[in-house]
């Protein structure tokens, strides 16, 4: 079961070891930043998973000759949807200590079906009296206005579905980035009996705070609460989460839409994860062009921690 969601440093990520590590690489700039801040020796094996859709991006090509140089001898290329070669390398890990098995997940530029993968695993490997998986993002340096997204897909996160039943109310919470317009439309599709937003609050600097609450100004108007989370704390993000959610859990179906930052994004996995009758939506779509985002040089960091060898509360 997931028993612990506490805050971490990007220090103690370094003195640990840890079973595996898994990196990933695309077209972001960011990709390489926390890799960088780590000693190679701290892990057993390392798995570098690269995207399918960006493998000619001139930055995508910078990202791996460093990943093959100082960190893996052969990369797992795959398409963001895709979570089998993920599992499969799961399924081979042994722990150094008996029973105990540690990892870290750089999520910074990652899918999230790929780390939501790696939770879920977590959650049912009965193999283990322990798991502990230390999350880090690089905080993202936005640097020019991302073009609009034009929504494909709107689905569950595989793990996160939830147990919805047909005769309860509807309550959505929406995690909110810069996507105002494309939220708006996932409310339309939606329609739920009542929603709630959270933004970063500190955020990665203030600018992009003023620019979220701007891009979803009407969603915020008509929303029951607004709530503002630290970027910086994926612990309080979940436990704030978890009261703002309480009094609907035997009533509602509950959906998190996190369109937000990656670790707003964690938290929410985390929730559908942890209580049954939460669902967390994937929300895909197209731009005309990658949006460049570099590395602020901060970094969050999270250990969620699954105890017992019953993992289903």
């Known amino acids: 079961m997931l028993y612990r969601v506490k805050d971490s440093r990007i220090e103690d990520v ?20 926390v890799a960088k801040r780590l000693p190679p020796n701290i892990t057993r094996k390392s798995v570098l998973l690269g995207f399918k859709e960006a493998a000619r ?10 990943f093959l140089s100082n960190w893996v001898e052969n990369e797992v290329t795959l398409s963001s949807e895709d979570d089998g070669p993920v599992f499969g390398h799961l399924r081979d890990l042994q722990p150094a200590n008996e029973g105990h098995l540690q990892i870290m997940v750089d999520y910074s530029s990652m899918s999230r079906v790929w780390y939501a993968a790696i939770l879920n695993w977590a959650r049912f490997a009965t193999q283990f009296e322990r798991i502990d998986i ?5 905080t993202g340096d936005h640097r020019e206005p991302e073009r609009p997204m034009v929504i494909t897909q709107m689905v569950s996160i595989p793990g996160c579905e939830g147990s919805p039943e047909a005769s309860l109310k509807s309550v959505a919470v929406f995690g909110l980035g810069f996507e105002g317009q494309a939220a708006l439309c996932v409310l339309d599709r939606l ?16 600018r992009h ?18 709530f503002e989370l630290p970027l910086a704390s994926v612990e309080r993000t979940y436990s704030d989460l978890s009261e703002v959610i ?6 509602a179906n509950i959906v998190f839409i996190p369109m937000g930052p990656k670790p707003h994004v964690l938290a929410a996995i985390l929730l559908a994860i942890r ?10 779509g197209k731009r005309d062009r990658p949006a460049r985002v570099g590395a602020t ?9 699954f105890r017992g060898r019953d993992r289903e509360d």
């Open 297 to 305: 040089g901060e970094t969050v960091v999270t250990r969620v921690e």
């Open 191 to 206: 329609e739920p009996d009542e929603f709630y937003t959270y933004l970063a609050g500190p955020g990665s600097s203030e």
């Open 57 to 66: 991006h001139p930055q995508r090509c910078e990202n791996d000759r460093y």
């Open 246 to 251: 309480a009094r609907h859990r035997s009533k």
């Open 134 to 138: 230390d999350l880090v993002y690089a």
């Open 14 to 33: 370094s003195a640990g070891i840890y079973d595996c590590v898994f990196f990933a690489s695309g077209y972001e700039e960011r990709c390489t930043h």
């Open 209 to 226: 705070r003023a620019r979220a609450k701007t891009e979803n100004a009407e969603l915020i108007r008509h929303a029951n609460g607004t």
């Open 275 to 284: 209580f049954r009758e939460v669902s967390c939506l994937r929300v895909s």
